[in-house]
């Protein structure tokens, strides 16, 4: 009989086990907010004696400080205050999107340092000279944090496209085929600050971080863990979370709702195939058929937002026209993948008081479940945390928290 199991890995030695209790401590800490020794050590599980010791190197490394006394109220000596520290090492992440680039710096505890975001129109452009600019606005940022007493542990980039093994494969609405983003990003950085170590740079699919930011700051906060998450801009991203694990598929690119084809006879899309939802349902689909500039952008989502707040009636056919395509493709994600909630973000969220009534008419008419209603209140505004840029410095801090040992190692050296 054949042993379908994953083989064993060597057993684990001291080491290994205080690094992986290190991370137990700081995480608890980090998820409850502030807690004292004892709290902690009943939360995981160990020791007072080894909380205590795990602690102290934390405290040695900066990862958390202490903030006065706690009572608990029984007899003894009250607890010192642990929480996550506000200084020390944060996560750099960088979107790269079709109209603008974002950069935020995220400390431990999540909150939002660092927020530079420039508006450029990055089609056609060689993907060298796209990556340069994130580049000067990522030093940018890093001299902001370095105020501040932080050092970003590493770089997240998020794109518009198929990201696999540090390379963009394909990013229609950019034309990048096959681009070393890493590398580039990760040569262009370092020129701008010579003196410096270079940071580890990673990538992914925006849609993916941002989905990643709503389920780390966003809806996840309260309990949502499963939901498919759209990203309307010049391109239609999506992202599936499963409780609380992000759906990547076999290869990586699971999320590309955008190209599913709602007419194969329609219009061509920039992926090559006709009849893509973003075609009737992306910003510049949704501007063209109100009448405003395509390539207008965030002004023209603007626009258009007000437009429909005064009643036009272009406006308002324009999105009754993408929301009902949108909740035809949804439900279909629906049905597949049963989540408790669709989160709207990008355009899509400025737009949600007159897009939502015909995504969730659809929604109604079509998951066979019958869970979803018109007013069932599934269909929901993304969050303004869960944005992709906040995201991709989410998964960096993410790798701090799971392994503080590493950071602090690489640190000094």
Not at 177 to 182: F, K, L, S
Not at 247 to 262: C, N, S, T
Not at 325 to 353: I, Q
Request: glycine share 12%.
């Amino acid at each position: 009989m054949k042993n379908h199991l994953t083989p064993l890995g060597p057993k684990a030695d001291k080491a290994t086990v205080r690094r992986h209790n290190l991370s137990l401590v700081l995480r608890a800490v980090h998820d409850a907010g502030e807690a004292t020794r004892a709290g902690v050590a009943t939360h995981v599980g160990l020791t007072r004696a080894a909380v205590s010791s795990l602690v102290e190197q934390l405290l040695e490394y900066g990862f958390v400080t202490e903030w006065g006394k706690t009572s608990s109220g029984q007899v003894g000596r009250p607890g010192t205050v642990l929480k996550v520290a506000r200084t020390g090492p944060a996560g750099l992440g960088v979107e790269i999107n079709i109209d603008y680039v974002a950069v935020c710096v995220v400390d431990l505890a999540g909150t939002d340092r660092v927020r530079l975001v420039e508006h450029v129109d990055n089609r056609g452009v060689p993907p060298s000279q796209v990556l340069a600019h994130a580049a000067r606005l990522a030093a940018r940022a890093i001299g902001s944090a370095a105020e501040q007493d932080l050092l970003p542990a590493g770089v997240h980039l998020a794109l518009p496209g198929l990201v696999t093994g540090g390379t963009v494969r394909q990013a229609p609405n950019l034309g990048w085929q096959r681009v070393a983003v890493e590398g580039l990003f990760a040569q262009a950085l370092l020129a701008l600050r010579p003196a410096h170590r270079a940071l580890p740079v990673s990538s992914d699919n925006e849609a993916n971080a941002a989905a990643l930011a709503e389920l780390w700051f966003g809806a996840g906060t309260e309990g949502v863990r499963s939901f498919l998450y759209l990203t309307g801009e010049i391109g239609v991203g999506g992202a599936l979370v499963l409780r609380g694990e992000l759906l990547r598929g076999a290869h990586g690119f699971a999320g590309e709702i955008g190209h599913m084809v709602l007419e194969p006879d329609g219009p061509l899309c920039r992926c090559g195939a006709r009849g893509c939802l973003e075609q009737y349902a992306g910003q510049a689909a949704l501007l063209r058929a109100a009448g405003i500039d395509a390539d207008s952008g965030v002004r023209g989502v603007t626009d258009l937002g007000r437009r429909a707040r005064r009643g036009e009636p272009a406006a308002l056919a324009a999105i009754e026209q993408a929301g009902r395509r949108l909740g035809l493709v949804v439900s279909g994600a629906v049905n597949l993948f049963d989540p408790d909630a669709v989160m709207l973000g990008g355009a899509y969220r400025e737009l949600m008081e007159w897009l939502a009534p015909a995504v969730e008419r659809e929604l109604a008419l079509r998951v066979v479940s019958g869970l979803w209603t018109e007013d069932g209140k599934r269909l929901r505004a993304a969050s303004p945390l869960g944005d992709a840029a906040r995201g991709a410095a989410g998964v960096i801090v993410r790798e701090v928290l799971e392994d503080p040992a590493a950071y602090a190692e690489r640190v000094g050296e």
